[in-house]
């Protein structure tokens, strides 16, 4: 699919690797190339299938100015749409996180990722989090350790932390009401770097959870079903 994924070392004999599918990637079969070894001369490839998937679409309500924004709000996107692309080219080339991934916030998700979104009647790019229905003021957990890359107002994800976690996974919280981190922080599992909040292109206060994998943007709660407390 065009990415390569890092892999990392569970023990002197076990090696593991975290793929991401992207969103828009077309259904079909795709080879996965693991190499191995310094000089990079052992080679196994597998099938990967990517299976058709049905997204639900669901219709929003939102400030005119969230959808269609002025002229002089336009210089503002584009700085923010640049700088989170420096942002997903720069992780730490090491693992920063460690052990099972945590929720950030108790609530379930009520919005699912994929999910095609309709502001006032136009349709828009598709959901690439999740959405978790909490209270204004509801504290957000780091769900592992890393380093803050980002800790600021957004003009559509409102107040925003990113969290990379290395490798090239991050985490990306959005519209949040306030921030308790600082770029340039690390962070540990469980630690609070915001509270839930109602900032941004949003109908109400929720917390967004994106994910992103090498530039792959996979779904917060599949990550969960890997390397979650469950996971086995």
């Known amino acids: 699919m065009g990415r390569e994924f890092p ?34 001369t052992d080679q196994t490839t597998y099938r990967l299938v990517v299976a058709p998937k049905k997204f639900a679409t669901r219709e929003l309500t939102v400030d005119p100015a969230f959808v269609n924004p002025p002229a002089e709000a336009q210089a503002r996107i584009q700085a923010d749409a640049e700088r989170l692309n420096r942002v997903w080219a720069s992780s730490s080339p090491v ?66 932390v990113v969290i990379d976690h290395g490798l090239g996974l991050f985490s990306l919280f ?32 929720h917390l967004h959870w994106t994910v992103r994998l090498n530039d792959a943007r996979v779904d917060p709660m599949s990550l969960l079903a890997v390397l979650g407390a469950t996971s086995k």
Not at 178 to 204: L, P, Y
């Open 7 to 40: 892999a990392f070392s569970e023990s002197p004999t076990e090696w593991r690797a975290l793929v991401g599918v992207d969103l828009e990637v077309k259904p079909g079969r795709y080879d996965l190339s693991v190499v191995a070894g310094e000089a990079a």
């Open 95 to 160: 693992r920063l996180w460690s052990g099972n991934f945590v929720r950030p916030v108790a609530a379930p998700a009520n919005s699912a990722f994929g999910t095609r979104s309709v502001f006032n009647g136009e349709p828009r790019s598709p959901h690439g989090g999740a959405d978790f229905s909490s209270l204004a003021g509801t504290p957000v957990e780091s769900p592992n350790a890393g380093r803050i890359a980002v800790a600021d107002d957004l003009y559509f994800t409102g107040n925003t």
């Open 174 to 205: 959005a519209h949040l009401q306030s921030m308790d981190v600082k770029e340039g922080d690390t962070v540990v599992t469980g630690q609070m770097v915001g509270k839930v909040g109602a900032t941004g292109r949003v109908t109400g206060p």
